[in-house]
């Protein structure tokens, strides 16, 4: 709201609450969008490794002009259709390692929420019916608005902004917005009974509604994509506040859009990407995730699909495939260095919070989300360490502190490849596991692992940076 950095602190002074718009739920979430909750996720994850409790509640958006418009298409049911798709979302979010929201309440499962706010904004004078059933939000009513996208009131009469979109029925002013849209035969079974007559909620006003319930007429952040800065946040600040007379949030985070080789990501110029097609060409999602964290969140990325002769081979996943594999390797010899205290590193990095050459990089995340910051530091103590010859002790320090900064950004980094190929994803699981039994110095049960998997005919040998597997010979 201000465009400055301001100290984050809870305003209950315990737990410092967020909100963060969902998404629609009516196909494949895209890697634009995983930019945004990518690093709606490191937010929070530097948040709590700062010591903060915090509350994310993220909606889902599950009945609006798309959703009903492509269940309809689909011939199915609204719910039984966004419900697919918020499975296929909540997959791509475990599979790039977001930690699940501690609250995901569903637009359509609130309307009486909704209602109940329309009736307040009406009786207060700050919204209207329509002939048709609608009611509309009358934005002259609103002394502020326009604040936080900073408009001036003649775009808003001219209606400049984008604010008209043809699915508004009959409104005194452009620039005044839906809260409640009568119902039309297109609709199909998607309407609600209501004061005005039957019909549906308006997008901006599902928000409002859920986070008045969620978190009260003043929360600490309340954040989505830029787009959404205007006119939805806008709009959701002019229902809240309106309503309860209370400031709405307490910060605003707007994440900046990723491109991909240099434009807007769309269906037609057929650079809509999803994780399910690049896991296809071979890539992982937490090399889709470090791509993503690897810009600052004011500032586009631009998502390189294509090298310079046009061939689609994603240059930029490649490049993180290799910092991935460095951090792993780095990893495993801190490991080594570190011998038996090695194991504990995390949690005692936590306790006496000494992250050794790594306590920069989580500077870089607490000061305003630097995210390429974070990684860069990262990058510069690992040579640092590389020339140093730690003992044990120090290694152990070392290794906890990276692996803060690593579970601060989410990063997975990558098991030791294996020394063949079409090895069984469960032989590879049953190795793995070996080889956390040894590091954990439990000789039995990875012995146990090894005569297993031999008898599987398959072999696991140790090797300088883990393990690999080969048939036995
Ligand atoms: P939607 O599913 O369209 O409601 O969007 C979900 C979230 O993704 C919102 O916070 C959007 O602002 C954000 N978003 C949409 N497109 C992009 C993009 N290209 N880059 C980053 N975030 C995006
Ligand atoms: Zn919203």
């Known amino acids: 709201m201000t465009r400055e950095l301001r100290e984050l602190s809870p305003l209950d002074g315990e737990t410092f609450r967020f909100y963060c718009c969902g998404p629609t739920v009516y196909g494949p979430a895209h890697i634009g969008n995983f930019r945004t909750f990518v690093l709606q996720d490191v937010f929070r994850r530097t948040l709590e490794l700062s010591g903060l409790k915090a509350y994310h509640v993220r909606n889902l958006t599950d009945v609006d002009d798309k959703t009903i418009r492509d269940s309809q298409a689909a011939g199915k049911k609204l719910t039984e259709f966004t419900s697919f798709w918020r499975d296929r979302f909540h997959e791509d979010c475990e599979a790039l390692n977001n930690l699940a929201p501690h609250l995901e309440p569903s637009a359509v499962e609130h309307i009486p929420h909704q209602i109940k706010m329309i009736e307040e904004l009406v009786e207060k004078g700050h919204a209207y019916s329509s002939e048709d059933g609608s009611v509309y939000y009358k934005v002259s009513s609103f002394d502020h608005y326009g604040r936080l996208s900073r408009l001036d009131q003649r775009e808003l009469r001219d209606g400049a902004s984008g604010a008209v979109t043809d699915d ?257 994803a469960q032989i590879t699981e049953m190795a793995q596991a070996r080889w956390e039994a040894k590091q954990s110095r439990d000789w039995g049960e990875a012995d146990r692992l090894r005569d297993e998997i031999a008898a599987t005919g398959w072999e696991v040998k140790d090797t300088k940076e883990g393990f690999e597997i080969c048939p036995k010979s």
């Open 168 to 424: 508004e029925y009959e409104k005194d002013n452009v620039a005044d917005f839906a809260l409640w849209k009568g119902r039309r035969d297109e609709d199909g079974d998607n309407f609600w009974e209501s004061p005005w007559g039957q019909g549906r909620p308006g997008w901006h006003l599902e928000c409002s509604a859920m986070c008045r319930e969620y978190l009260g007429d003043t929360f600490d952040l309340h954040s989505g994509g830029v787009d959404l800065v205007f006119p939805h946040h806008e709009n959701e600040i002019a229902q809240s506040e309106a309503c309860t007379g209370c400031k709405m949030a307490e910060h605003w985070f707007h994440l900046t859009h990723l491109l991909v080789d240099g434009g807007k990501m769309s269906k037609s110029a057929g650079n809509f990407y999803t994780l399910t097609q690049l896991c296809e060409a071979g890539f992982s999602p937490a090399e889709l995730r470090y791509v993503l964290i690897s810009a600052h969140y004011r500032q586009p990325l631009n998502f390189v699909a294509k090298d310079k002769d046009g061939n689609e081979n994603f240059p930029a996943l490649a490049g993180a495939k290799q910092a991935l594999q460095r951090l792993a390797k780095f990893e495993q010899s801190l490991v080594e260095q570190a011998g038996a205290a090695g194991a504990r590193g995390f949690e005692a990095a936590l306790e006496v919070e000494n992250l050794g050459s790594f306590a920069d990089s989580l500077e870089a995340l607490r000061e305003d989300l630097n995210t390429p910051d974070a990684l860069g530091r990262v990058f510069t103590a690992i040579k640092e360490l590389k020339a140093a010859d730690l003992t044990p002790k120090q290694a152990t320090v070392e290794l906890a502190g990276f692996r803060v900064v690593m579970e601060a950004l989410g990063v997975e980094l990558p098991k030791e490849e294996t020394g063949c190929a079409n090895v069984p």
